[in-house]
């Protein structure tokens, strides 16, 4: 089946740095790429839909220059929290999607502490 | 209303028991559903499609009512294992987009 690979799966980093999260997709090309964020005991918050080529579009109440997203390319997806503070913890999770009306397939998410 | 909507639960049942979720559905455009399950701090994962003439996988069992604008899903003969939280899927008329449920907490007991 599908697979979409996520890393790092955990980081652990001080306040004020960047981090870099890579989402592939690993036999299947991906128009669209997602971004959600889910903290402890609530459900998945969609943060942005990357498009291959163009700019991500980013959700209500979501900050472009905090969330940079690039999609480079049909199998590759990433977001970069820049200056990253402790409210920033939190699970990161990719999806991807093909062409048409196929199913979500997700990546297997990034555990964020920030200190 | 929301776009998606299920009731959290949590479900507690016991080994063997047969369980029903629904999930309903604002936009009557809607052309793609879906039945995710995911465990507590894991990703969610693609349980099954939901296809208008409805579908089996085993001990589960997916409906779509386009009339009534909900989906659900059926559970038989529950196993421990099967403790998870169950997330609905639902396109929002467009296939770039899909907005998940809140989703319903299932738990199976001895």
């Known amino acids: 089946g599908a697979v979409v690979s996520q890393h790092p799966s955990w980081v652990i980093c001080k306040s004020g740095t960047s981090v870099k999260i890579e989402c592939r997709s690993l036999?299947?090309?991906?128009?669209?790429m997602f971004w959600y964020r889910q903290f402890p005991k609530q459900s998945l918050m969609l943060m942005a839909t990357s498009n291959e080529g163009s700019k991500a579009t980013y959700e209500q109440g979501v900050e472009k220059d905090k969330f940079l997203i690039n999609h480079a390319s049909l199998t590759l997806s990433t977001l970069t929290v820049t200056s990253a503070h402790p409210e920033d913890s939190s699970f990161y999770i990719c999806?991807?999607?093909?062409?048409?009306?196929?199913?979500?397939?997700f990546g297997n998410g990034t555990r964020l502490t920030v200190t | 209303r929301k776009e998606v909507e299920q009731d959290p639960g949590p479900f507690n049942v016991p080994e063997g028991a047969t369980v029903a979720f629904n999930c309903t559905y604002s936009?009557?455009?809607?052309?793609?559903f879906f039945w995710y399950r995911q465990d507590c701090r894991k990703e969610p994962k693609l349980l099954m499609s939901?296809?208008?003439s409805g579908n089996e996988d085993g001990r589960f069992t997916a409906q779509l009512n386009r009339a009534s604008q909900y989906i659900s899903l059926l559970i038989r003969d529950s196993k421990l294992s099967d403790s998870a939280t169950y997330l609905c899927v639902v396109d929002t008329g467009t296939a770039s987009k899909l907005t998940f449920g809140t989703g319903t907490r299932l738990q199976v007991t001895l």
């Open positions: 999806s991807a999607r093909g062409q048409g009306y196929s199913p979500l397939h």
């Open positions: 939901v296809y208008s």
């Open positions: 036999d299947f090309q991906a128009t669209t």
């Open positions: 936009n009557s455009a809607s052309q793609s």
